[in-house]
DNA sequence: TTCAAAGGTATATACAGCGAACCATTCCCC
DNA sequence: GGGGAATGGTTCGCTGTATATACCTTTGAA
């Protein structure tokens, strides 16, 4: 091996990885814009809903009132946001959310779908177990707070009650509160990440009433698993779920 | 219930802590800086060896060879990189590594050593345990090439090889290539920043001949487990082995 | 001696983000 | 009906960050 000075194992291979990876680039625009469309897409903040005033907003970002404005305006644009002036008015999500892009962007050559590779969608799933399951685990190795219990039951009833079109939003609130319950504030925003990435994918594929109804137990499974406190079954029981998703995605994409 | 529009359940608890939280505020310097200290810290380039040059790598990392350079002096004043110029001249990383600051960056109050909460161990430590049992697990799953499995192999040897000083850093590495076989490439930059993290909380701590000893024997269990394709007993090695090092910390810090 | 490859320096330009003040609209309450 | 208050809408100038480009200096191998 041709190493050139001191001890240590060869660099090859890893080093790479990490280093030439461009960085990231982040507006803060543009991150804004990732925060209020999460908020939205992830059903944080429900259609209809107000958002918090754009002067105070602002300050909770931690960002220029311009520039939230700029971001508002770019989702009010897309048909995400609307803005009503006035007293008692304010910035609110929409009521019919705009039907997302279907990614795809359009190759120039006119390729049918793809721009979907097979490797992303690996990323993506890979990552989500890795997550979800150890978020899952870690909620169920904790002492939760009777509130804490209650907020989770009342969401698994919202996914359970939720029709079709209001589906994918109810099942991410319920997936993110089950992340914010593990006890590590960073995870979450994982989570709210991937879980972006991954409606992107789920937007392509249809949604069919029987998947929602397995869904639903399995949600209840892994729900009573982490109030009663049992890990293993809240491990076993969020990777078949998710496993669901996955073969369902596969099936359909690749 | 009083909402005031369409359906859904209600929003408490949640929204808050998405919504709220301070945007990064990411200048592409800063950034910079972290990757490069990652780099050297987490020993993706080993101490004497030379990084890419400034040109070829400020087009890498997408960044003015400008804003590489400051970052670079940056690093350079602060010991860990160092500069020779001319033919053959380059960036490298510096023999000898600064002691890490050691956090607690003196409170006014004078108070010992805190500044590191319960709270922040806590984050740290769940989310390690999420990324890297779940990482180990999903790389054993998987089938590995020659050049990978050789690789994986060599990294356990380097790390069994090494003295206590290099320690840290080998033990980043291996941790690191594992979580690179689990086959979600953006699982690795996340488990970079968490190791970072962790790093921090072990340089206060001392690092005793034994626990390195227990280390490498895990080590090759996890490796060995990874290498046989057995997700579950690759799971439980590395859990136990991480559970060996919260202990460590939690008996120290807290 | 020459030349190539690297770091070191200087300058001009673009624009993103911030802060602050002010305008316009809407609705409750008196 | 009118006043007040809370909200979004608009404007302007300042500052700092990042880029791009060109050129200088040092070094060591051929």
Redesign the interface.
């Known amino acids: 091996m041709s190493r050139?000075?001191?001890?240590?194992?060869?660099?090859?291979?890893?080093?790479s990885?990490?280093?030439?990876?461009?960085?990231?680039?982040?507006n803060?625009f543009e991150?804004?814009v990732q925060?209020l469309l999460?908020?939205v897409r992830?059903?944080?903040?429900?259609?209809?809903?107000?958002l918090?005033a754009e002067r105070e907003?602002a300050a909770?970002?931690?960002?220029s009132r311009d520039t939230l404005r700029e971001a508002i305006a770019s989702l009010a644009g897309a048909g995400y946001l609307i803005s009503r002036r006035g007293r008692y008015g304010g910035t609110f999500v929409s009521?019919v959310l705009p039907a997302p892009p279907l990614l795809a962007e359009k190759n120039p050559t006119g390729a049918s779908h793809p721009s979907i590779t097979a490797?992303q969608i690996?990323?993506?799933l890979?990552?989500r177990?890795?997550?979800e399951?150890?978020?899952a685990?870690?909620a169920a190795g904790r002492v939760l707070s009777p509130?804490e219990r209650e907020?989770l039951w009342?969401?698994l009833e919202?996914a359970a009650a939720a029709d079709a079109d209001?589906y994918r939003?109810?099942d991410s609130?319920l997936h993110?509160?089950i992340g914010?319950l593990?006890?590590?504030?960073?995870?979450?925003?994982?989570l709210?990440d991937?879980r972006m990435r991954l409606n992107e994918l789920l937007d392509a594929i249809p949604l069919l009433a029987p998947n929602i109804a397995h869904s639903n137990k399995q949600h209840e499974q892994i729900v009573i698993a982490i109030l009663t406190g049992r890990p293993d079954a809240a491990t076993d029981a969020m990777r078949e779920h998710l496993s669901g998703t996955a073969l369902l995605l596969r099936g359909f994409l690749e």
Chains 1, 2 share one sequence.
């Open positions: 050139q000075s001191s001890a240590g194992p060869p660099t090859a291979g890893l080093s990885d990490l280093l030439l990876g461009p960085v990231s680039g982040t803060t991150e804004t925060r999460q908020t992830l059903g944080l903040i429900a259609p209809g809903e107000r918090p907003l909770q970002l931690g960002v009521n490797a690996d990323d993506v890979t990552l177990d890795i997550l399951v150890g978020g685990r870690a509130p907020l009342s969401s919202a209001e939003r109810v609130r993110l509160y914010e593990a006890g590590s504030p960073s995870l979450v925003p994982l709210a991937v």
